[in-house]
């Protein structure tokens, strides 16, 4: 008799280090909420250890049919890709892999968890005719193209280093335009969206004030950081009366179709699934 644990269906995390990883406790969640006798692990990889599981994967030597990668693989498992679709090729980055015909195809699901996250939220998030971002990093490149795939027609980088907007302007076309941080409060008169890509108050640190007050009267703040959840960002705006989203929805939904692949079903953010990451923030406080 086959034994089960051969036939079950395997996918991972990967990430150097990968114990904050919130990733297995998202999809055991759903493994238990269908019943699917799948399994989900953490796999903590060094540089050189990543390429060999890459290539043992690739090679059908792994019991995995995919899986997720995290800091600092993202690059190498893009590059290390046998097929990727346009979001990976236009991000330079994977976070979302399986296997198709011996194939190891390649996606990043950052955009689609960004945006999903603020249908469910805020719907109508999308209307805003003009946008800044906080960022020029990897981030920032999944939240512009979100933006710019759901037709928002100006989207502003405002970023320490100016040099990196002006590559991510010059990148993404004409919709895009580079600030410099002193142009802040000019770029934010008006607008109707702002989202914090960098790191700044994550963990507890200070981040610099803010005028909200300057966006437009509909506008809606979110960040990507979340931890805290409640960022200094958020807390700013909902102090000067601006909708806020956090980020922890963009995290749980960008684990949507990477758990569609692997398992065959597409799962659903609810939230219940909300309350135990948070559950598990808190204890990790
Ligand atoms: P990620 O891929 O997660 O977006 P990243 O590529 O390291 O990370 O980018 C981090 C972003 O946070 C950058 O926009 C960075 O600004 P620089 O391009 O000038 O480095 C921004 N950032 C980080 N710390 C910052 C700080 N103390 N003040 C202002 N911006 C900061």
């Given at each position: ?13 990967t ?87 011996g194939?190891?195809?390649?996606t990043n ?42 037709g ?11 040099a ?41 640190e ?58 065959g079903?597409?799962p ?18």
């Amino acid at each position: 008799m086959a034994d089960s644990r051969e036939t079950m269906v395997k996918a991972f995390v990967t990430g150097w280090p990968v114990k904050h990883s919130r990733s297995p406790l998202i999809h055991g969640y759903w493994l238990k909420q269908f019943g699917i006798e799948g399994e989900y692990r953490a796999e903590a990889l060094t540089a050189d250890d990543f390429t060999s599981f890459i290539v043992a994967l690739k090679s059908g030597r792994s019991p995995y049919v995919g899986g997720n990668v995290t800091i600092p693989h993202k690059e190498t498992a893009f590059a290390l890709a046998d097929q990727r679709d346009s979001l990976a090729e236009e991000l330079g980055a994977a976070n979302t892999l399986w296997l198709e015909n011996g194939r190891l195809c390649a996606t990043n699901t950052d955009v689609y968890g960004f945006a999903a996250n603020l249908d469910e939220r805020h719907a109508g998030w999308d209307k805003a005719e003009r946008a800044v971002i906080l960022g020029a990093g990897g981030a920032s490149r999944a939240v512009i193209r979100a933006l710019r795939d759901r037709g928002v027609g100006e989207i502003n980088v405002v970023n320490r280093t100016v040099a990196r907007a002006r590559e991510l302007a010059d990148r993404f076309g004409e919709t895009v335009h580079a600030h410099p941080m002193e142009a802040l409060p000019e770029v934010l008169e008006g607008a109707g969206l702002f989202v914090n890509t960098t790191s700044l108050g994550m963990d507890g640190e200070a981040a610099p004030e803010i005028d909200f007050t300057l966006l437009g009267p509909k506008a809606l703040v979110t960040d990507i950081v979340y931890v805290p959840l409640k960022t200094p960002f958020l807390r700013q705006a909902d102090a000067h009366g601006v909708a806020t989203v956090d980020g922890l929805g963009m995290l749980l939904h960008q684990a949507v179709p990477g758990f569609e692949k692997w398992f065959g079903t597409r799962p659903k953010v609810d939230d219940d699934l909300r309350s135990l990451v948070i559950a598990d923030m808190d204890r990790h406080a």
